[in-house]
């Protein structure tokens, strides 16, 4: 009882200080912790299958907290925060991020909405599952978390990470994931329920292409963002995702380049889920397209041609998941996904070569949910890139366990 | 033999009698008050998205003072329970209609799905879990409900979905109309535990001895959670 007024009175004090004035507000909250055990392969990397390399040994510890809070100020304006402590690229839990912090206005049905501020990005179905709760893996897909050769410093270049060891600004470049992991994006959203439970459209104004990890860039650049979902039938969803925007970044080296925002990203996507009874089915498929300056490693600057004429390079990244519920063993389910990730050639560079090398992985999973508050995963992954002998080397095992109020 | 007889009459009629006082058609009634409460910090009922992908019915069976349940459990005596008849609870516009089904422990409870879409029932309550999987619009399914006490419902397909089944071990019970006014007729003397419920609220319990086929007259005040 104690317990739970202390922590009525710090949620009270996050999120109540700002609209202590106005008449009759009221607060919703509920919070999450993951404790987490995890083993990874021997060339196991955070940019490759999420495991630090140098906790790639057994160790268990807790590996994000959360803290999410929903004022409604009236019945149309409400104010949402997810505060999150997580382990930075999986080392240390001592990242303390504000992911999630907005403002929202719905119309009295619910049919319109108005958000300003970071929100999910709606590009796609994964983002929707942001906590762990909602996954039945613990991974991410190929496409928000395997990191490609392409930098949000440098652009493209060849082996980043594992071979090419180059350093801008003090941080070493290992490119980036198609979709920015956390999930979210700064901007402006609307979204409207064209035909409820039918038909519902998203279209936000935010900062920068999807691949961008920070909120802002440098110089501010502009991304846009469309989904629309249609339920086709009950047991079938069918959504069409779009984003576009600029994603380099202002460095030590981009002096060259006079206009940072035409070195673009383009998605295009579509994401399904077909159920019935016990069994489910989901996936998306995502083709992305960038438009980015050459860096030549040897030389330590962008190639010359490139910064007027950018590389036109694309890939292809699917996966579909397949889920089980145990009838017998309620709140049980098995899981299995299968991912992959296919690189084109390079027009204007390389043209007989793929721009990095294709993944596939696959990956299982086992959950049961012990009651409303505690759910446990264990997962395996095992995955096998194209040119690499790493098919052994970056299986991962990880066992969560998550609490939930 | 006239002797017996009549010594035999006289005890039926007393047995009758004796059966008829402890089934006498004792009445109570009231009004239930309702209260706000001041309380404005609560748990949430799941992640906000975006906010218009979540439906939310009108419907009066939602609120919460459509769905406070008072109920009688005798003290005295062991009541005699058959199954509620026409134990429905339906999924419509995103919402378990009613919020709160009372029951009696041994009931079958059908769940519909009036929605365009799956839904899912299940519940993680000890001794009372189930799940119905996805289920299609109009097709309805039964579960049994064996254990007393408040079941929580959930739709893990629609996190804010939540209802409750309310397993209880008397036949004496009544929804509280929205008015706050009460009424349950045809109790037998006895003496018995009254209880106020929703799942939002404090639970009020309280002892009432009732006999002589008399009316009681009893008033609550109850704090109503927005």
Same mark, same amino acid.
């Given at each position: 009882?104690?317990?739970?007024?202390?922590?009525n009175l710090?949620?009270? *004090?996050?999120f #109540?200080p700002?609209?202590m004035?106005?008449?009759?507000?009221?607060?919703?909250?509920?919070? *999450?912790?993951?404790v987490?055990?995890?083993k %990874?392969g021997?060339?196991?990397?955070?940019?490759?299958?999420e495991?630090?390399?140098?906790n790639?040994d057994?160790?268990i510890g807790?590996?994000?907290?959360?803290?999410i809070?929903?004022?409604?100020? @009236? +019945?149309?304006?409400?104010?949402?925060g997810?505060?999150?402590?997580?382990?930075?690229k999986?080392?240390?839990?001592?990242?303390?991020?504000?992911p999630?912090?907005?403002?929202?206005?719905?119309?009295?049905?619910?049919?319109? &909405?108005?958000t300003?501020?970071?929100?999910?990005?709606?590009?796609g179905?994964?983002?929707?599952?942001?906590?762990?709760i909602?996954?039945?893996?613990?991974?991410?897909?190929?496409?928000? !978390?395997?990191y490609?050769n392409i930098?949000?410093?440098?652009?493209?270049?060849?082996?980043? &990470?594992?071979?090419?060891?180059?350093?801008?600004?003090?941080?070493?470049q290992?490119?980036?994931?198609?979709?920015?992991?956390?999930?979210?994006?700064? %901007?402006?959203?609307?979204s409207?329920?064209?035909?409820p439970?039918?038909?519902n459209?998203?279209?936000?104004?935010?900062?920068?292409?999807?691949?961008?990890?920070?909120?802002?860039?440098?110089?501010?650049? *502009?991304?846009?963002?469309?989904r629309?979902?249609i339920?086709?039938t009950?047991?079938?969803e069918?959504?069409?995702?779009?984003s576009h925007?600029?994603?380099?970044?202002?460095?030590?080296i !981009? @002096?060259?380049?006079?206009?940072l925002?035409? #070195?673009?990203? +383009?998605?295009?996507?579509?994401?399904f889920?077909?159920?019935?009874?016990f069994?489910?089915?989901?996936?998306?498929?995502?083709? @992305?397209?960038?438009k +980015?300056?050459?860096?030549?490693?040897?030389?330590?600057?962008?190639?010359?041609?490139?910064?007027?004429?950018?590389?036109?390079l694309?890939?292809v990244?699917?996966y579909?998941? @397949?889920?089980?519920?145990?009838?017998?063993?309620q709140?049980?389910?098995l899981?299995?996904?299968i991912?992959?990730?296919?690189?084109?050639a390079?027009e204007?560079?390389a +043209?007989?070569?793929a721009?990095?090398?294709?993944?596939?992985?696959?990956?299982?999973?086992?959950g049961?949910?012990?009651?409303?508050?505690?759910?446990?995963?264990?997962a395996?992954s095992?995955q096998?890139?194209a040119?690499?002998?790493?098919?052994?080397?970056?299986?991962?095992l990880?066992?969560?366990?998550?609490?939930?109020? | 033999?006239?002797?017996?007889l009549?010594i035999a009459?006289?005890?039926?009629?007393?047995?009758?009698?004796?059966?008829?006082?402890?089934i006498?058609?004792?009445?109570?009634?009231g009004?239930?008050?309702?209260?706000?409460?001041?309380k404005?910090?609560?748990k949430?009922?799941?992640?906000?998205k975006?906010?218009?992908?979540?439906?939310?019915?009108?419907?009066?069976?939602a609120?919460?003072?459509q769905?406070v349940i008072?109920?009688?459990?005798?003290?005295?005596?062991?009541?005699t329970?058959?199954?509620?008849?026409?134990?429905?609870?339906?999924? $419509?516009?995103?919402?378990?209609?009613?919020?709160?089904?009372?029951?009696t422990?041994?009931s $079958?409870?059908?769940f519909?799905?009036?929605?365009?879409?799956f839904?899912n029932?299940q519940?993680?309550?000890?001794?009372?879990r189930f799940?119905i999987?996805?289920r299609?619009?109009?097709?309805?399914?039964?579960?049994?409900?064996? $254990?007393?006490g408040?079941?929580?419902?959930?739709c893990?397909?629609?996190?804010?979905m939540?209802?409750?089944?309310l397993s209880?071990?008397?036949?004496?019970?009544?929804?509280?109309?929205?008015?706050?006014?009460?009424?349950?007729?045809?109790?037998?003397?006895?003496?018995?535990?009254?209880?106020?419920?929703?799942?939002?609220c404090?639970?009020i319990t309280?002892?009432?001895?009732?006999?002589?086929?008399?009316l009681?007259?009893?008033?609550?005040?109850?704090?109503?959670?927005?």
């Amino acid at each position: 009882m104690r317990k739970t007024y202390l922590f009525n009175l710090l949620v009270a *004090l996050l999120f #109540y200080p700002p609209l202590m004035l106005l008449a009759q507000p009221t607060l919703q909250w509920n919070a *999450l912790l993951d404790v987490e055990m995890s083993k %990874g392969g021997a060339q196991s990397h955070f940019y490759y299958n999420e495991i630090d390399a140098n906790n790639k040994d057994a160790r268990i510890g807790f590996s994000q907290l959360n803290l999410i809070g929903k004022l409604s100020i @009236t +019945t149309n304006w409400h104010l949402n925060g997810r505060f999150l402590l997580e382990r930075d690229k999986g080392q240390q839990l001592d990242k303390l991020v504000v992911p999630q912090l907005n403002l929202q206005w719905l119309a009295s049905k619910r049919t319109i &909405g108005f958000t300003i501020g970071s929100f999910i990005n709606p590009f796609g179905s994964f983002n929707e599952q942001q906590l762990s709760i909602d996954r039945n893996f613990i991974g991410l897909p190929l496409a928000y !978390s395997y990191y490609v050769n392409i930098s949000d410093k440098i652009g493209f270049a060849e082996n980043l &990470g594992d071979i090419a060891n180059i350093s801008i600004d003090e941080e070493r470049q290992w490119g980036g994931t198609n979709l920015y992991y956390g999930g979210y994006s700064t %901007g402006a959203l609307f979204s409207w329920t064209i035909k409820p439970s039918k038909i519902n459209w998203k279209l936000a104004l935010v900062t920068g292409a999807a691949n961008l990890q920070k909120r802002f860039t440098n110089p501010l650049h *502009l991304g846009i963002i469309s989904r629309l979902k249609i339920q086709a039938t009950y047991f079938w969803e069918q959504s069409f995702s779009f984003s576009h925007g600029s994603f380099l970044r202002a460095s030590e080296i !981009s @002096t060259p380049i006079d206009q940072l925002k035409k #070195y673009r990203q +383009t998605l295009l996507g579509t994401d399904f889920k077909l159920g019935f009874g016990f069994v489910e089915f989901s996936g998306e498929i995502i083709a @992305t397209f960038y438009k +980015t300056p050459l860096f030549l490693l040897d030389e330590n600057r962008f190639q010359d041609t490139s910064i007027d004429t950018p590389l036109q390079l694309s890939n292809v990244s699917a996966y579909l998941d @397949t889920k089980y519920e145990l009838p017998f063993l309620q709140g049980s389910y098995l899981a299995y996904r299968i991912d992959r990730m296919t690189f084109g050639a390079s027009e204007g560079y390389a +043209t007989n070569s793929a721009w990095d090398n294709a993944v596939w992985r696959h990956s299982l999973a086992a959950g049961y949910r012990i009651n409303t508050h505690f759910l446990a995963r264990v997962a395996f992954s095992t995955q096998q890139v194209a040119n690499k002998n790493w098919d052994k080397t970056q299986r991962t095992l990880r066992l969560v366990l998550t609490a939930h109020y | 033999m006239r002797k017996i007889l009549a010594i035999a009459s006289m005890l039926s009629l007393l047995a009758f009698t004796a059966y008829h006082q402890q089934i006498a058609s004792n009445q109570i009634k009231g009004v239930v008050q309702f209260y706000d409460c001041p309380k404005t910090i609560k748990k949430g009922t799941g992640y906000n998205k975006d906010g218009t992908e979540v439906m939310h019915a009108d419907d009066p069976m939602a609120t919460t003072r459509q769905n406070v349940i008072l109920s009688l459990h005798p003290l005295s005596f062991t009541p005699t329970l058959t199954p509620t008849a026409d134990a429905y609870i339906t999924q $419509k516009e995103q919402t378990f209609l009613p919020h709160v089904l009372p029951i009696t422990v041994g009931s $079958k409870v059908h769940f519909l799905n009036e929605d365009e879409f799956f839904h899912n029932v299940q519940s993680f309550t000890s001794k009372a879990r189930f799940s119905i999987g996805r289920r299609a619009p109009g097709i309805a399914y039964s579960q049994k409900i064996k $254990k007393t006490g408040a079941i929580s419902l959930m739709c893990d397909i629609h996190s804010h979905m939540n209802a409750v089944i309310l397993s209880l071990d008397t036949p004496y019970f009544t929804r509280v109309a929205p008015d706050g006014s009460y009424r349950i007729d045809n109790l037998p003397d006895g003496d018995y535990r009254l209880e106020i419920f929703h799942p939002n609220c404090s639970k009020i319990t309280d002892k009432v001895s009732l006999k002589d086929g008399q009316l009681t007259t009893l008033d609550y005040d109850f704090l109503v959670k927005p």
